[in-house]
């Protein structure tokens, strides 16, 4: 992990480096580690693996959302730290000035890959490609290449989770209300109180109130919606990286199973289905 902060070496390294922007949903990953924070202090969740959660990414200068979930990782990162029921168990990291130099030893580094975007949302993507060919294992949407990359590699390598396409297209047109949600969740409607008590901002109740009023009144990117399939889905993740054997497993069958990204299959399957051209044979 050469080029990294001071990392422990046997704890799951977690990953989510890309742009910041709501529909990635940084956020979600952040009030997951929250969540975690939260049921260490209960005494819960010691039956996992240590967990390292690594952020890095830029937001555009005019983005306050944006901005306002990277001063949230942050405070949420002080918080677990200063705590020592918690900071040996978790820990967060943010990485600044992301940029093709400092995400190389992120790519080789990493082990657990974060492709959370609310399905529908993600073009393509190639950070989860770059990832997976350096082994680690894609937690994600059904969004973007993680469809390509699933099909590649199989269910048991892959931890999926959330709503597909069709099925956050259902649940809006269905007049979604994250309050009915929080209604029936105490737990997490806990995790969105804590944002405007100001106990992670030094006493500032008003800080992360515009997060905390987006996800109870919109979750435009079902941030609130996905969030039990996520949690479970990391517990699982959890789960499998005490398994040595098998997570090497998953992780050699993870870097093998990337050459289908190859450029060289790219432009050959342009050339057949879309410019309809054929190769010139070169001659000696």
């Known amino acids: 992990r050469r080029g990294l902060p001071p990392l422990d070496v046997g704890a799951?390294?977690?990953?989510?480096?890309?742009?910041?922007?709501e529909y990635k949903r940084q956020q979600l990953a952040a009030l997951h580690a929250l969540w975690l924070w939260q049921r260490l202090r209960r005494g819960e969740g010691g039956d996992g693996p240590p967990r390292t959660l690594l952020f890095a990414g830029k937001a555009a200068p005019g983005y306050r959302m944006a901005k306002l979930t990277i001063q949230l990782i942050h405070a949420v990162a002080a918080a677990v730290a200063a705590d020592p029921r918690a900071r040996d168990r978790l820990r967060l990291v943010f990485v600044p000035d992301y940029n093709v130099k400092s995400s190389l030893p992120i790519f080789a580094a990493a082990e657990l890959s974060e492709q959370i975007s609310t399905a529908g949302k993600e073009a393509s993507g190639t950070g989860n490609m770059k990832l997976m060919m350096n082994g680690a294992l894609t937690l994600g949407t059904l969004d973007g290449a993680n469809v390509e990359i699933r099909e590649r590699v199989g269910d048991e390598h892959f931890f999926r989770f959330g709503r597909d396409v069709d099925e956050v297209a259902a649940l809006l047109a269905a007049g979604y209300r994250p309050r009915d949600l929080l209604a029936d969740d105490p737990e997490l409607a806990e995790l969105l109180d804590r944002l405007v008590s100001g106990e992670l901002s030094g006493g500032d109740r008003e800080l992360f109130r515009p997060l905390a009023e987006e996800l109870a009144e919109s979750d435009r990117w079902l941030v609130l919606a996905d969030f039990a399939s996520y949690a479970a889905a990391q517990e699982a993740a959890g789960r499998r990286y005490l398994d040595r054997e098998g997570w090497t497993a998953s992780s050699i069958v993870n870097s093998a199973r990337s050459g289908y990204f190859s450029s060289d299959r790219a432009i050959r399957e342009y050339c057949e289905r879309v410019w309809r051209v054929a190769p010139?044979?070169?001659?000696?």
Do not use: E, S, T, Y
């Open 280 to 284: 010139v044979p070169v001659g000696k």
């Open 12 to 21: 799951l390294l977690d990953v989510q480096v890309k742009r910041i922007h």
